[in-house]
């Protein structure tokens, strides 16, 4: 009995230890190119209600595919999910990197993506969000950089937010609480099994 009250005990101390994604707050957002509003908007927190019209004052918005935003995100992270409003009848190209040098495809953006008729349309790749859209979802990346940046459409952009979740990458891997707690079960198991 006293072996699995400890097991027990062990379990549930180390359950709260297992890494999950959470949102990261970005150090810096710039932007190039002639756009309107302050760049700092698009990594605000505020998502625009679906709907609310694109050249609003909550949105970043433009004319043209030149401008492009980068997210500076502080540090690697494991890339995992991304929630962006954008313009619903356009097309995006969202990218990573960990230099800003070079650059990736994380996912594209298509008009016919979102749900809604008019305004702006909120998309995530996290499967648990209501605004989920599967043809977006990626598998996780490292990364420090994200940037956005308009591909196609009616030539009038506009981008209200983008939130990226995920988890602080360390420079040394450790080993996973599970795995800990499997060794150590292991070893009981082992003592025991002499003792007998």
């Known amino acids: 009995m006293k072996n ?47 709907g609310t019209g694109w050249t609003n004052a909550a949105n970043v918005w433009w004319n043209g595919t030149t401008p492009v935003f980068t997210i500076d995100l502080g540090m690697t992270y494991n890339v995992d999910d991304v929630l962006v409003s954008v313009d619903n009848n356009d097309s995006y190209s969202i990218q990573w990197s960990t230099n800003s040098s070079v650059w990736n495809s994380l996912f594209s953006i298509s008009a016919g993506n979102g749900e809604i008729g008019w305004g702006m349309d909120t998309m995530s790749t996290d499967n648990a969000n209501g605004e989920y859209i599967a043809a977006l979802d990626f598998a996780s990346v490292q990364a420090q950089y994200i940037r956005i940046f308009a591909t196609g459409g009616d030539n009038s952009y506009s981008i209200g937010e983008l939130q990226v979740s995920g988890r602080q990458v360390t420079a040394v891997p450790e080993p996973g609480p599970l795995a800990l707690l499997g060794l150590g079960l292991l070893g009981l198991g082992l003592t025991r099994r002499r003792k007998d």
Do not use: R
């Not at 549930?12 to 230890?17: G, R, S, V, Y």
């Not at 190039?32 to 908007?41: H, I, S």
């Open 4 to 50: 699995k009250s400890l097991i027990l005990t062990a379990l549930l101390l180390t359950l709260p230890n297992i890494s999950h994604a959470a949102p990261i707050l970005p150090a810096s957002v710039s932007g190039t190119g002639t756009y309107n509003n302050n760049a700092n908007l698009i990594i605000d927190g505020i998502v625009p209600a679906e």
